[in-house]
């Protein structure tokens, strides 16, 4: 029921906005929105770069709270916010990866 609520919102949003979206079965419809040829390939290179740059954002993010935790010197809170700024950069970088790899396997697996 949600669903179709949204579908109809969308419809209605897009109808408002200038697009014709009254099509049946196969008619092409112009929604107004830009047309691209976005093949596999494309997509997999594009969402591979992202979750790298994000790889690489995570491991420079792990550096630096590694360099906060050495140099706390004793400060248990310094400690702690350092410690917990590790644990959410390896959660994050574990994320990016599998991503990653969810993302190939759809993108070649199908």
């Known amino acids: 029921m949600i669903g179709l609520g949204l579908s109809v919102l969308s419809v209605k949003l897009l109808a408002a906005a200038g697009a014709t979206v009254e099509c049946l079965g196969d008619a092409q419809c ?3 929105l830009p047309k691209i040829n976005a093949t596999d390939s494309n997509v997999q ?15 420079l ?3 630096v709270a590694a360099l906060r935790y050495v140099t706390a010197r004793g400060n248990p809170q310094d400690a702690a916010g350092a410690r917990q700024a590790i644990i959410y950069a390896l959660i994050g970088l574990a ?11 759809v993108l070649t697996g199908i």
């Open 30 to 32: 112009d929604t107004g």
């Open 45 to 59: 290179s594009a969402l591979q770069i992202t979750f790298g740059v994000i790889g690489a954002l995570a491991v």
């Open 61 to 63: 993010t792990i550096v």
């Open 95 to 105: 994320i990016a990866l599998s991503a990653e790899g969810i993302v190939t396997f």
